[in-house]
């Protein structure tokens, strides 16, 4: 009987010393510059590194794992700044783990079932790293109307206020889109072909810009003309754009002659 009180009691005091082991790793949060979501292009040859910070973390050790987007494990890289550029496509996880004693260091495990000797703890949140593959659309589509001009001057007095522009260089295995924005370039329409009638409009300015992109392009007006993209995150703005003066003038008849 005094055995079993003591295999009890060394049992419960086993207990305790855990939970507060337990308790002495805390996770924390981990934050950027760049808010938790950070966007890269991957394979172009150009270094995208960025760093993370911990917050609120503690523990006697602290390491970083890189996981895939299910939060599988795939590396423990050394300090806080890093450069996915040779990684490819794709979209992976950094999270934070506080550890005392030895850490397990797995790969191909979740994130969530690694252990060390004494105590651990993942933090709250991840940094989500979307690597984009590197864009197949050509930038610089320089734009005009038909006259090769890029300031247009419209009098809505015409009864004809139509306008074309056309592009100077088209990009392979892309679509391409004209959108129209106010001065300050927010988006005001995307007309559905390059012959724009300004009849109806207001006295103003406006701009027409060109845009290359693959897949579908989100066509929300409001946004500013470089918030626009495609559901593929692959597009290219138009180095300039066509600025539309929009007047009314009233136009006078000459005089007929006075015959005698």
């Known amino acids: 009987m005094k055995a079993q009180k003591l295999t009890l009691f060394a049992g419960l005091v086993m207990g305790i010393t855990a939970t507060i082991a337990s308790a002495d790793?805390?996770?924390?949060?981990?934050?950027?510059?760049?808010?938790?979501?950070?966007?890269?292009?991957?394979?172009?040859?150009?270094?995208?590194?960025?760093?993370?910070?911990?917050?609120?973390?503690?523990?006697?050790?602290?390491?970083?794992?890189?996981?895939?987007?299910?939060?599988?494990?795939?590396?423990?890289?050394?300090?806080?700044?890093?450069?996915?550029?040779?990684?490819?496509?794709?979209i992976c996880r950094v999270y934070g783990v506080a550890y005392?004693?030895?850490?397990?260091?797995?790969?191909?495990?979740?994130?969530?079932?690694?252990?060390?000797?004494?105590?651990?703890?993942?933090?709250?949140?991840?940094?989500t790293v979307v690597?984009?593959?590197?864009?197949?659309?050509?930038?610089?589509?320089?734009?005009?109307?038909?006259?090769?001009?890029?300031?247009?001057?419209?009098?809505?007095?015409?009864?004809?206020?139509?306008?074309?522009?056309t592009t100077s260089k088209a990009a392979p295995d892309s679509s391409y889109a004209y959108v129209i924005t106010d001065y300050k370039g927010n988006v005001l329409a995307f007309p559905p072909a390059n012959q724009f009638d300004f009849s109806g409009a207001p006295v103003g300015i406006c701009r027409v810009y060109g845009i290359s992109y693959t897949g579908t392009l989100d066509t929300t007006t409001g946004l500013s003309i470089y918030d626009v993209m495609s559901d593929e995150d692959n597009q290219e703005l138009s180095k300039n754009y066509i600025r539309v003066i929009r007047s009314v003038k009233t136009v006078h008849s000459a005089p007929a002659a006075n015959h005698k």
């Not at 523990?59 to 795939?74: E, G, M, Y």
């Not at 005392?100 to 993942?122: K, N, P, R």
């Open 25 to 90: 790793c805390k996770g924390g949060y981990l934050w950027t510059p760049g808010g938790t979501t950070i966007k890269i292009t991957a394979g172009d040859g150009i270094a995208d590194p960025f760093t993370v910070y911990p917050r609120h973390v503690q523990s006697q050790n602290f390491a970083f794992v890189i996981t895939d987007n299910d939060s599988n494990v795939l590396a423990y890289p050394p300090g806080n700044t890093f450069d996915l550029e040779g990684a490819g496509e794709g």
């Open 100 to 127: 005392a004693g030895d850490l397990d260091m797995q790969t191909g495990v979740s994130v969530h079932s690694l252990s060390a000797s004494e105590c651990i703890a993942v933090s709250r949140n991840h940094i």
């Open 131 to 165: 690597r984009k593959a590197v864009k197949t659309v050509n930038g610089g589509w320089i734009i005009s109307d038909s006259r090769g001009r890029s300031t247009v001057h419209i009098n809505l007095s015409d009864p004809y206020p139509i306008r074309a522009y």
